[in-house]
């Protein structure tokens, strides 16, 4: 029996879409949640762990030459300075300080362009946790690097076969996992996904990328941005940086979906722009779907894009009008990541390169008044083979 539970709504988005077997699982997770949130020492280690181990707080970059080229001034959020790379370790501690205080010794989680994969393995290395990561056989093609990276780090890697082999795929092979283990075996869920509690902890352990980047910005320009702009996939690095600025309405959010190669269904992972509300893992949310209601196939340059809904909580800001959908497609993508980096020595994720792309192609409206923040959410290394073979499928 699938439930419907009326906790953690967004609007008319998020919720408890879940089987008998995961609600105790879900009520667990919140009620520790809960506690921990007023925990000193929880506080206290996760606060070492982010400054001592992560490295925060990431930099808040002048982007002198990008600035220069587009008139107006352009700060860089460097969560790709982060201990692996991305922004994804923020969570990853979060949620297995939780799972040891819970006494769970086995984590799963799943991975698309691999960074949440190598958050998680690193954190269970760490943290000396159990590790299984499930990955769409289509990803672990194209992200062989991060792939031997959780090997290395001693995590499990399984791959996923069914359907489209990404990103979607993966996520619900972790779920099936889940729902066999729950009683000794956390998901750390990579995104601001799936059903209550997860959308609202993950955001919570993400939430220090805005919060940093509004002291930053306060301290070197004395005001708040005019634009953020942010790349979304599931969400988390987008609603970790906008959540502290969503009551700062002076200040647009920008949220940057994967146009893939076109506008019809199939090509791109848009869901804000083109999605209707759904269910898909647990919540219900802006999902990309056929007529008949069936979960389209979806298409990014991006592995980490590569998924067809968002984030329960976007899902309602977009509804509301208080963030900007906007699309950049694999070929303005592979062109803003070329750009920042002979721009600024900085190699962005291809995630991350699609926020840049609005402002490359001058389709936002910019002038020398504006001061914009780009969540640089993830560095580009891992995606160089995907870099090479398209430029080479284009020569």
């Known amino acids: 029996m699938v439930q419907k539970n009326k906790k953690g709504y967004f609007g008319e988005f998020g919720g408890q879409y879940v089987p008998d077997t995961l609600y105790n699982a879900l009520s667990e997770l919140e009620t520790t949640y809960k506690s921990l949130k007023k925990n000193s020492d929880f506080k206290s280690q996760l606060k070492h762990l982010l400054t001592d181990y992560v490295g925060r707080p990431t930099p808040l970059f002048l982007a002198k030459n990008i600035s220069t080229e587009i008139g107006a001034k352009v700060y860089l959020k460097r969560e790709d300075l982060n201990h692996t790379g991305a922004h994804k370790i923020n969570n990853t501690l979060g949620q297995i300080l939780l799972a040891t205080f819970m006494g769970k010794n086995r984590i799963i989680a799943e991975t698309g362009a691999g960074q949440h994969g190598v958050a ?3 954190v269970c290395a760490l943290m000396k946790c159990k590790c299984t990561i499930y990955m769409g056989e289509t990803d672990i093609k194209r992200q062989s690097l991060n792939v031997q990276r959780m090997k290395l780090l001693g995590a499990e890697v399984r791959s996923v076969k069914s359907g489209s082999k990404t990103l979607k795929d993966a996520t619900t092979a972790a779920i099936r996992d889940w729902m066999k283990t729950v009683e000794d075996t956390h998901y750390i869920i990579g995104s601001a ?38 790349c979304v996939g599931g969400g988390s690095n987008a609603i970790g940086m906008f ?12 949220a940057v979906e994967a146009g893939g190669r ?35 196939e979806v298409h990014s340059i991006s592995a980490g894009l590569d998924y067809p809904g968002v984030s329960p909580e976007l899902s309602h800001l977009a509804q509301i009008k208080r963030i900007t959908p ?7 993508t592979m062109r803003a990541c070329k750009w920042v980096a002979k721009q600024e020595g900085i190699i962005p994720a291809l995630e991350t390169a699609h926020a840049f792309v609005p402002i490359m192609n001058r389709r ?8 914009i923040i780009i969540n640089v959410s993830g560095r580009g290394d891992k995606d160089m083979e995907t870099i090479i073979n398209y430029e080479q499928n284009i020569t």
């Open 120 to 122: 998680t393995a690193t």
């Open 262 to 296: 076109g506008n019809t269904m199939g090509n791109h992972a848009a869901a804000i722009n083109f999605g209707r509300p759904g269910v898909l893992h647990g919540a219900k949310s802006f999902l990309l779907q056929n007529p008949s209601g069936q979960i389209s």
């Open 326 to 332: 906007l699309v950049a497609s694999d070929e303005d």
């Open 243 to 254: 959540y502290p600025f969503i009551s700062n309405t002076s200040t647009q959010l920008i």
């Open 364 to 371: 936002l409206s910019v002038s020398g008044k504006d001061i």
């Open 193 to 230: 996904l799936g059903p209550h509690p997860y959308p609202t902890l993950v955001r919570d352990f993400q939430k220090i990328i805005g919060e940093e980047s509004k002291k930053q910005i306060l301290k070197l320009e004395n005001k708040l941005p005019t634009k953020i702009l942010s």
